[in-house]
């Protein structure tokens, strides 16, 4: 635990969420895995002390399977953060999911490869469960929160990891959507295991900023361009911060999940 700082909400996004908090702070944070993508913002919001990390760094120089997802967790768990808001921006696989809509994932396929995915090689053996990765009672205030703006939101969702930085082929995009999967993403994994490893509550409000390569290939739907992909996230992460503004206004006084209890029962020795 670092002895001076210390927060109790991790926000992981983009540079732009700063502006949330009063009484922002910056601190450089080191780690046993390395830095995290940037130093850390500490402030507050509603009274409540957050601790904010840009996932890409500040200047948006790493790229998605760069990304030391271990240093970041492990830097906000040591300033004794025990709940997570991230956003993300996703592909939309699905023709109902439009650019612009808001999506609150529950389930995740992994299709990235040597990331460095977990705090545990032993000696400690340890089989945490991700057969519900994501925390419900965030998902819950999430959810109820976004519906108060009067903003379109599909309450559940699968995101397919890829490890990038290449998109997909439309072949591997016909696939996803054929799965029923949702939507696509390069950043969702390792990041949300992690939490859970640590015993961290974790919720993704992901942004749907354009269709996906095999509905656009497959004459679904039309083709988004790079602008309209700018402008819809860009328009849509004011609304995402508004929103992690309102769920921490109004954050739950008891946790009724069973997230930060992960360990009790994953343990071989
Ligand atoms: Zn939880």
């Keep these: 635990m670092q002895k001076d700082f210390q927060a109790e909400i991790g926000i992981i996004g983009g540079s732009g969420f700063y502006d949330l908090a009063t ?3 910056e601190i450089k944070m080191k780690t046993p895995f390395g830095p995290p993508s940037d130093s850390l913002g500490l402030g507050k919001i509603a009274g409540r002390k957050v601790a904010f990390l840009p996932r890409h760094s500040k200047t948006h120089t790493i790229p998605p399977h760069r990304i030391n997802y271990r240093a970041n967790i492990w ?14 921006a996703v592909g939309s696989l699905q023709k109902k999911i439009r650019p612009g809509d808001l999506l609150v994932l529950d389930q995740f396929v992994d299709r990235t490869g040597g990331r460095d995915d977990t705090f545990y ?12 990765p994501y925390c419900p009672q965030l998902r819950s205030l999430a959810i109820n929160q976004i519906k ?4 379109k939101v599909h309450e559940k969702g699968t995101v397919v990891i890829i490890q990038g930085p290449r998109f997909s082929t439309a072949a591997e995009s016909v696939w996803f959507t054929g799965m029923g999967w949702e939507a696509v993403n390069m950043t969702e994994y390792p990041e949300v295991v992690l939490a859970r490893e640590k015993e961290m509550c974790y919720c993704a409000i992901a ?16 083709p988004v361009s790079a602008q309209e992909v700018i402008r819809v996230f860009k328009k849509k992460i004011n609304l995402v911060k508004k929103i992690i503004a309102a769920m921490i206004e109004n954050w739950p006084r008891k946790v009724t999940c069973r997230c930060q209890m992960a360990l009790k029962e994953a343990r071989f020795n």
């Design 148 to 151: 108060k703006f009067g903003q």
């Design 23 to 25: 009484d922002l702070t």
């Design 75 to 88: 830097a906000l768990k040591s300033l004794g953060v025990s709940r997570i808001i991230t956003s993300h």
């Design 207 to 222: 942004v749907s900023t354009d269709y996906d390569a095999g509905l656009v290939a497959g004459g679904q739907v039309r």
């Design 121 to 132: 090689d032993g000696p400690a053996v340890t089989h945490i469960s991700t057969a519900f």
